[in-house]
């Protein structure tokens, strides 16, 4: 079963400043099978991106996402009040069990 | 605009099955081939994937979850469903249907085949308590 594990726990920074989240798979993944997902407190996750690296409908160009093999990144620029959530990044495991991160929490420092 | 809103009893006995419905509106849950998936999320910890079922019928489900649960879907009333048989305390949490797009789904006579195209239609979730 893969597991994927996301860093930092908690990453704290000021509006303005840039982002960048981590998403480690147990083992080598298709960059095509991930998503990332934006959850603030009392509400549902919302899609950010998919395929690794495409945006949502309506997702801002201030959201990217890279990677392949084991190592992913989440990007957010620009940090907006909005932004400070927790993010999770999930593999479509196809015929096997998908499978989320335990989730990075952005937090305002 | 597709909606999806969760139903179902928020307190379950242990031992008992756990039953949650979720509703669709805008739309029609067997318009195009998307596949409709439950997650829930228990307090103070991170997402858990419970499973997922195409409109053809095909399931996939967490492991960890050792036969107990089941989705089904019935397309006249629009709606699909979770069981979860013989809870614990483990299993209180919120839970959240949603709308899955697997490569390969179509929408609107277009099929797209080269991601996983995630799942981009929540349920506001409920919260469901295994307690007695």
Redesign the interface.
């Known amino acids: 079963e893969i597991v994927l594990t996301q860093s930092p726990g908690t990453l704290s920074l000021s509006p303005g400043e840039t982002a960048t989240l981590s998403c480690r798979a147990s083992q080598s993944l298709s960059s095509n099978y991930l998503a990332w997902y934006q959850q603030k407190p009392g509400q549902a996750p919302s899609l950010l991106l998919y395929g690794s690296g495409s945006r949502a409908t309506g997702i801002p160009d201030r959201f990217s996402g890279s990677g392949s093999g084991t190592d992913f990144t989440l990007s957010i620029s620009r940090l907006e009040p909005d932004d400070f959530a927790v993010y999770y990044c999930q593999y479509y495991g196809s015929s096997r069990p998908d499978t989320f991160g335990q989730g990075t929490k952005l937090e305002v420092q | 605009q597709v909606q999806l809103q969760e139903s179902g009893p928020r307190q379950v006995m242990p031992s008992e099955t756990l039953s949650l419905t979720c509703s669709l509106s805008g739309g029609s849950i067997s318009s195009g081939s998307y596949s409709w998936s439950w997650?829930r999320l228990p307090a103070g910890?991170?997402?858990?994937?419970i499973g997922?079922m195409s409109t053809s019928g095909s399931t996939?489900?967490?492991?960890s979850l050792r036969g107990r649960v089941s989705i089904s879907i019935d397309t006249s009333k629009n709606q699909f469903s979770l069981r979860l048989s013989s809870v614990t305390a483990a299993d209180t949490a919120v839970y959240?249907c949603?709308r899955d797009?697997?490569?390969g789904y179509c929408s609107r006579s277009t099929c797209h085949s080269?991601?996983?195209?995630?799942?981009?239609v929540?349920?506001?979730?409920t919260t469901v308590t295994v307690s007695s």
């Open positions: 997650i910890k991170g997402l858990e994937w997922r996939n489900y967490n492991p959240y949603a797009r697997p490569p080269y991601y996983y195209y995630g799942m981009d929540w349920g506001q979730g």
